[in-house]
């Protein structure tokens, strides 16, 4: 039997089992299964890249974004209009097959976005080209869930559950549950608080389907099977999604507002570039990057070119906008002085694990150029980097 046919024979399984206390450690078990099962799916055949044929396409840029979404919603359409870079749109489903790669200029930054073909039910499993689009998806920043505003709600409700079958987890964060496997010594369960959903046998029992027998196990929240058995995996991936609802200028009015006022939700027309501008509004603040400027001593910031940073991609401190210039460069830092939303006081004195915010100037004294530059214009006490860093940490922190 292959995997799809063992993870269907299970979900019949609980399909047919009653939900009830005594059900509970049984199913949770065979979450436990499907999940491992899935897992195994997941693994690219041998010699494979994972990604799929037409499908490897070069990272480009600060960011990159997929779009996500049946076939025929307008994912083409949106991505010529967008980057002007054409993919072709029609009206029948399928149009595109490949991943066709665009640039989005906004806010200083470029980011790609990634037309890919239309998904279906069954996609995690390998319908269409779903594997392959799914791979590149995870790949990317943030995803685009693009919908036809006019078709079933449900169809949000299947592609999420298509992208989750494969690991991603959309708009959740990581499960607050710390979990260490040990060689020895059994295992250790706490929590931090009481538990609703999970207890300690149905734990106990989980980690057993995984053949674990030593770890110790920390719920610092009311966490589910689902999160632990996510924790266990190690392997999924937690994005920010959109939702896209597009081609509004053929639905009513009260339609367009509900559709509008969900969560993560942006309503557009690609036919009537209604509202495009919103939707990059909601895309960028989704990416959460990071625009630092450099500014030379006694010069203005370049303000043309800034050093691009991200939390979720290799993080926002003073150390990591040092390394974005040149990986040896932070060994020269003495400091830098900040002006912007993350400095107290312009400019504030900051050293390498100071987390700068979005256009945010930096000016970085180097350690040899101490002499010329700090001369005379702060106080001896000023100039000393640990006291620097510890006052800034102290300090309470202002608007
Ligand atoms: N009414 C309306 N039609 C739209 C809108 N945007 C796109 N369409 C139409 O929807 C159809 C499908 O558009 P595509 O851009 O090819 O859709 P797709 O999601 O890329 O489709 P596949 O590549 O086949 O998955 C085309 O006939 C478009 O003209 C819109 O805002 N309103
Ligand atoms: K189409
Ligand atoms: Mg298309």
Redesign the pocket.
């Known amino acids: 039997m292959g995997i799809i046919e063992k993870i269907k024979e299970i979900e019949a399984e609980m399909a047919r089992t009653q939900k009830n206390k005594a059900t509970e450690y049984h199913l949770g078990q065979l979450k436990a299964k499907i999940a491992k099962l899935r897992t195994q799916l997941l693994e690219p055949p041998k010699g494979s890249s994972g990604a799929g044929e037409g499908f490897e396409v070069t990272k480009y840029g600060h960011g990159r974004v997929a779009l996500i ?1 049946f ?7 949106l991505l010529t209009l967008l980057t002007g870079t054409h993919s072709e ?3 029948y ?4 097959l490949t991943c066709i790669p665009g640039i989005i200029h906004y806010n200083g930054t470029k980011i790609q976005l990634l ?1 890919l ?2 998904i279906i039910e069954g996609a995690s499993e390998g319908k269409g080209r779903g594997r392959q689009v799914i791979a590149v998806s995870k790949s990317s920043d943030i995803v685009l869930m ?1 919908l036809d505003a006019s078709k079933s709600e449900g169809h949000r409700q299947i592609l999420t559950k298509e992208l989750e079958a494969v690991g991603l987890r959309l708009n959740k964060r990581p499960p607050q549950i710390y979990f260490k496997r040990k060689k020895t010594g059994g295992i250790s369960f706490n929590s931090t608080g009481p538990l609703t959903h999970v207890d300690e046998k149905l734990c106990y029992q989980i980690l057993h389907e995984y053949k674990i027998h030593n770890a110790e196990l920390l719920f610092r929240e009311d966490a589910t099977v689902d999160d632990l058995i996510d924790v266990i995996e190690g392997n999924r991936k937690y994005m920010k999604c959109i939702y896209v609802y ?2 509004i ?2 639905i009513g009015i009260d339609d367009v507002d509900k559709l509008a006022r969900q969560p993560n939700s942006v309503v557009i ?4 570039k209604l509202n495009l501008d919103r939707l990059l509004a909601k895309m960028w603040e989704a990416m959460g990057l990071v625009r630092v400027y450099t500014k030379p001593q006694g010069q203005q910031p370049d303000f043309s070119d800034p050093v691009v940073l991200s939390a979720d991609r290799g993080g926002c401190s003073v150390e990591d906008f040092c390394n974005h210039i040149h990986r040896s460069l932070v060994k020269e830092v003495k400091y830098v002085l900040v002006w912007g939303m993350s400095a107290r006081h312009y400019p504030q004195h900051c050293g390498l694990s100071h987390v700068l915010q979005d256009e945010d100037v930096v000016q970085i004294v180097k350690k040899k150029e101490k002499e010329g530059e700090g001369k005379g214009r702060f106080k001896s006490h000023s100039n000393d980097p640990a006291r620097i860093s510890d006052r800034v940490k102290k300090a309470p922190l202002k608007n």
Do not use: I, M, R
């Open positions: 979404g076939p025929s919603v307008g994912k083409s359409t749109a029609a009206s489903e399928f149009t595109t037309d073909p239309g693009v597009n081609k200028d053929v027309s690609c036919n009537l």
